[in-house]
């Protein structure tokens, strides 16, 4: 058991140099984008548009606590449990270091976007059993060699799911509604003291609970007060089980040979609004070894 922690410093990250000062942003959520609007962006002769720029300025925070056990038990099989939690918090969303995909959503007030980060899984839960069956050794060879030394095994995954930021999606009368210049798809809504983040009835596979956020008492110009990384998504659960035949040679020279009998399918990933059921084979294998 131990304390496992990082830091990240100087993290490229995107802001808008053409962003609406605080005093207009009223005034150009108002305006729905028209040409008295975009009057109000500091670099509008050049370009009514966004203006990347590129800083080393981005930081992130990571904290856990991970465990571990492992033990060897009864004929050299093996358990091992893993576990951590952990909190990840960053003011970008840590795409990727060349900024791309991490825009600041107001460059006037960076810890407006200071939250959970979009990696973080407070939870990682992971087991392995490598069990050895009897290997038969006071029965004739032919029954040794066919019933003998099987090895079964299993690994389970449990995990978070990552934390989700919500954002305000079309609006038919307001483009943007914080008045920042950003426009829909970044800026975030309120929320509704009280709802729980997962969808109580799922239905139409809809995950988040979509009353948990809305847009009544939304304040023209301001950044909405659902915060950062508000919600977890779905989480992870994987269970796979092998089961694997050891044949050994009597004489003098022996090879491992691996000959399999199912080849492993991976059919493509079935997603429902965030979910995803994946269906695997397994691969079971004979080898022969010294």
Sequence with gaps: MGYVGSQTKNWTRKVDANAIGLADRLAFAESNGNAAGNALK?????????????????????????????????????????????????????HISNGGGNLIIDPLNPSAGYGL??????HIFSANLVYNLPTLQNMDRLARNILGSWEVGSIIN?????????????LSNVNDPSGIGIGNGVERPNI????????PSFDNFQFLNPNRYTMNGFKLGSVGTAPVGDCLGPSTRTVDTSLAKKLQNDGAGSRAVPDRFLQPV????????????QYRWREYRFQRRE
Excluded: E, M
């Design 192 to 199: 509704v003291p009280g709802q729980p983040c997962r969808n």
């Design 158 to 170: 449990i995990s978070s799911g990552s934390s989700i930021t919500p954002v305000i999606g079309g």
């Design 42 to 94: 500091p670099f509008h002769a050049l370009t009514n548009g966004q203006l990347p720029f590129f800083a080393h300025r981005g930081s992130a925070q990571y904290d856990s606590l991970q465990t571990a056990f492992s033990t060897r038990f009864h004929r050299g099989s093996i358990f091992q449990l893993t576990y951590t939690y952990s909190k990840t918090f960053a003011d970008t969303f840590l």
């Design 266 to 277: 991976q059919p493509p990933a079935v997603w429902q609004s965030g979910w995803r059921q």
């Design 117 to 122: 980060a979009t990696i973080n899984r407070p």
